[in-house]
């Protein structure tokens, strides 16, 4: 009995910890994605900007 009641909390503390390292990864998917989206994004301007001298 005791030794059910120590893994219930040690499991609890678990779970917080777990859920801590997913919230910080969770931020810096969040953080990579928007620099990924940042890049493309300049990336397409570049080209646009690049297609635009071409033609003039």
């Known amino acids: 009995m005791?030794?059910?009641?120590?893994?219930?909390?040690?499991?609890?503390?678990?779970s917080e910890r777990a859920m801590a390292k997913n919230t910080?990864?969770?931020?810096?998917?969040?953080?990579?994605?928007?620099d990924v989206q940042s890049s493309s994004s300049a990336k397409t301007r570049g080209m646009q900007q690049k297609a635009r001298a071409k033609r003039g």
């Open 24 to 34: 910080a990864a969770e931020a810096r998917a969040k953080a990579a994605v928007r």
């Open 2 to 14: 005791a030794k059910k009641a120590r893994t219930g909390t040690s499991g609890h503390h678990d």
